[in-house]
């Protein structure tokens, strides 16, 4: 798979880049639903992929993204909610990885940490892109999307 997403010679899209992550964490938990009931293997092997893709999503925003905004006044309050929702999202896979997977509460909890994602992709893509959008010259957003990508594609490497 090519790294970079270079549309008509432009630099990487960071915001396409972190859709992406979205679109594969939304996936992640539709299958893992899925599986839950059949329980076994399957199912603990979502959960793996969904929980290791996860952290990694986090800690490439926390590390890259985010800290680009929150130079700006106007981005800070925006910016604290979302690294409070990481860690809640960071508190509840951990939480969930310890518990018995049998458990019926186990997938009451995954659906739970589903909207909680669900609500904080829906913020991040309608109020915080636009607003780095406003913020963020094309040169910045440009070095943050090859520095997520290339975290992202060594995170991957070491996560195989």
């Known amino acids: 798979m090519l790294l970079s997403r270079r549309g008509k010679g432009g630099p990487m899209d960071l915001y396409q880049i972190i859709k992406r992550d979205h679109q594969k964490a939304k996936r992640l938990f539709e299958r893992l639903g899925e599986a839950i009931g059949e329980g076994g293997k399957a199912r603990d092997r979502l959960f793996a992929?969904?929980?290791?893709?996860?952290?990694?999503?986090?800690?490439l925003e926390e590390k890259y993204f985010y800290p680009?905004?929150?130079?700006?006044?106007?981005a800070e309050s925006l910016i604290e909610e979302a690294l409070?929702?990481?860690?809640?999202?960071?508190?509840?896979?951990?939480t969930l990885d310890r518990a018995d997977r049998d458990d019926p509460s186990w997938a009451e909890q995954i659906?739970?940490?589903?909207?909680?994602?669900?609500?904080?992709?829906?913020e991040e893509e309608n109020e915080i892109f636009p607003l780095a959008r406003r913020l963020l010259d094309e040169r910045r957003t440009a070095e943050i999307a090859r520095s997520f990508e290339q975290a992202k594609a060594a995170a991957q490497k070491t996560g195989d």
Not at 68 to 74: F, P
Not at 111 to 122: F, I, M, R, S
């Open 49 to 59: 992929e969904l929980k290791h893709e996860l952290e990694i999503h986090t800690e």
């Open 68 to 74: 680009a905004l929150r130079d700006h006044d106007e």
């Open 84 to 94: 409070e929702e990481h860690g809640d999202v960071k508190e509840a896979l951990a």
């Open 111 to 122: 659906a739970d940490l589903d909207q909680d994602v669900e609500h904080h992709v829906e």
